[in-house]
């Protein structure tokens, strides 16, 4: 794109979006890496399970939003 003399609005539009699916890829990674690791806590309650797992979520989503 820069190649091609394009605006740079609109090279900054593809970057967001690149951005943008970057991290959805990085949460639905953690988020399956998190939810093997909640499954060798097997013999913990399903609600200490369930409130692990949302407080580490909203966690990550901070870290998204600033990292």
């Known amino acids: 794109m820069v190649g091609k003399d394009r605006p740079i609005a609109d090279i900054l539009l593809q970057t967001d979006a690149i951005e943008g699916s970057l991290r959805v890829i990085r949460r639905l990674l ?3 890496a998190l939810d093997n690791v909640l499954q ?7 609600e ?6 949302s407080t ?8 998204g939003r600033n990292g």
């Open 30 to 32: 953690l988020e399956t």
């Open 48 to 53: 200490t399970r369930e409130h692990l797992r």
């Open 56 to 63: 580490l979520v909203a966690l990550l989503e901070h870290s």
């Open 40 to 46: 060798d806590l097997a013999g913990s309650p399903v």
